[in-house]
């Protein structure tokens, strides 16, 4: 974001008219650069094009009719969705990253086998909505720094003696 901050304003209306081949070099470092730099290019456009540049007419919207309105944009997943959702729409949804998702079920929160929406579901049936940007990061930084993949620290973990999936 540094660097396509620096190079350009951040606006529909200026992504979309910005060559793929100078977005590639500026998001390189994010990954998945050869497929991320046209669809920002062309979800900058839809918006620029259906939305007059903006998207608060779809986050204004009841939270499942503008996360099935992002979902029709090219590349923009439940967890993309549910992100603009939380943090820009303020919605009281928890997006569920691989952190998120291996911690839950770790946990026994949601099934092994749950998939996206069974994840997010399963634990926010357990969080007030008031708590759930707090614990989403929360949980995060917990996977990042001790319920690891593949490796996690069950040693020092504060849940472990509740953990059905500590490893003794």
Avoid at 6 to 35: C, D, F, N, Q
Avoid at 55 to 84: F, R, S, W
């Amino acid at each position: 974001m540094r660097k396509l901050r620096k190079r350009y304003r951040i606006t529909p209306k200026v992504l979309s008219r910005v060559k793929v081949s100078e977005l590639i070099p500026l998001i390189r470092s994010a990954g998945l650069y050869t497929s991320k730099a046209p669809r920002i290019k062309e979800v900058s456009r839809i918006v620029e094009e259906e939305y007059g540049g903006r998207l608060a007419p779809i986050l204004n919207l009841p939270y499942a009719e503008a996360k099935g309105k992002l979902m029709q944009m090219p590349g923009v997943g439940p967890k993309t969705a549910d992100i603009l959702l939380a943090f820009v729409a303020k919605n009281p949804v928890i997006p569920v990253d691989t952190h998120i998702a291996r911690v839950t079920k770790r946990l026994g929160i949601a099934p092994a086998n749950a998939n996206y929406e069974k994840t997010r579901t399963s634990l926010e049936a357990l969080i007030p909505p008031k708590n759930r940007v707090r614990l989403h990061l929360s949980i995060i930084e917990f996977g990042r720094a001790i319920c690891k993949a593949p490796r996690p620290r069950c040693a020092i973990c504060p849940v472990n003696k509740w953990c059905p999936s500590r490893i003794v």
